[in-house]
């Protein structure tokens, strides 16, 4: 169904565009008609941040930015579902246009610039929905907070979030927001992660039930980068990493037109530097956090190689675009064809380093080499999305202390985490399931 409605679509301003096919997903979904455009998705049960996933192909933020269309979107057989990036306050986003198709090349150039509805709009929008899956929610700062001022708007954004989060997202890596990226490494890193967790701890203890922390990362680092803030989050004890945002990089594609427009490059472009940075990360990570692979999924063998470079979870985001829903099942049915090898690999298990700055010694476990089967067989598919999105900040009045009283949020409480500092106050620090 989707290839037949692609072509009218793509001629449409790309964010027209991306409107359109959402608005019309959720219409299908309101009227019990978007049964008939999904197809089955193979069940591939994994256990990740102490979170049991029905399968490990999920949606990325940028998607659904204030969480308009999630239980929609539960209905393309998705294991778990990323809303954002939301901000503390709402922004416009940077003018438009700000998305554009590279169609030769399969790939999208978005400048959005976290636009969204604020984190109180998302909330109120999170609190009705049916879905009852696992839901994560990405946070980021507003575009006018300098980045000395970051901090307090993400200890704003997880306040809020966290009753209502299976785990929380920290988008750090968006090409879109200006500094954004500079919080990626050094103190400013050191500085944020420490704030995060402490705050995640009080939280924890104030709603009775642990949230996991996963960081999202750029495609554009080197090794030496990628070892320091694998050490880092390590260190700080955060529960995941994401890898990857889109690119600055126009490698392969500087030759089509629209390739010189400024914003993070996604698609099929990025997938082999993002599973390039899936792969040292896991040498570096050593099975201290797991891995949510993302970048440039069109096909399911590309999943595959994402879980064999490393990746415990998978996100799917531009191939969407160019593929529809289709590509859900077929990445599907690649990472259960990956764990019915590797099935050691269904339960990530976290390696606790009782150092003070833990270093890799290994990489995470891999399948061995041998032929990928085509996992691609699918073309159905019904809704155009849009490209990974990048991000932007801003400062607000609003003091970051622990928000008070809370909602249940999607899927349910269970195991608790793994062994966490000295420093953790006591109380039940249950994780969803």
Known sequence: MYQLVRPLLFRLDAEKAHHLALNSLRTLNNWGLDGFLNRPVADCPVDVMGMKFPNPVGLAAGLDKNGEYIDA?????????????????????N????????????????????????????????????????????????????NDRAIDDYLICLNKVYP??????????SPNTRNLRDLQGGEQLNQLLNALHMRQLELADQHGRYVPLAIKIAPDLDTIAIREIADMLAFHRMDAVIATNTTVSRNGVLHLPGAAETGGLSGAPLVGKSTEVITELATALASRLPII?????????????????????????????YKGQSLVGDTADACRYYFDQNPTRRVFQRVVSQAAE???????????????????????????????DAGAPATTGETPAADAGAPQPAATPSDAPPAAPASQPSGNHSRLV
């Open 73 to 93: 979107l539960a209905g393309m057989g998705f294991g778990f579902i990323e809303v954002g990036t939301v901000t503390p306050l709402p922004q416009p986003g």
């Open 95 to 146: 003018p438009r246009p700000r998305m554009f198709r590279l169609t030769e090349a399969e790939a999208i150039i978005n400048r959005m610039g976290f636009n969204n509805l604020g984190v109180d709009n998302l909330v109120e929008n999170v609190r009705r929905v049916r879905y009852r899956g696992i839901l994560g929610i990405n946070i980021g700062k507003n575009a006018s907070t300098p």
């Open 164 to 173: 209502h989060a299976s785990y929380v997202a920290v988008n750090i890596s």
């Open 293 to 321: 692979g993302v970048g440039g999924i069109l096909r399911g063998d590309q999943g595959w190689e994402k879980l064999q470079a490393g990746a415990s979870l998978l996100q799917l985001y531009s191939g969407l675009i």
């Open 358 to 388: 833990p270093e890799a010694e290994e990489a995470a476990p891999r399948m061995e080499s041998m032929d990928i089967p085509d996992f691609n067989a699918g073309q159905t598919g019904d809704v155009e999305v849009a490209a990974s």
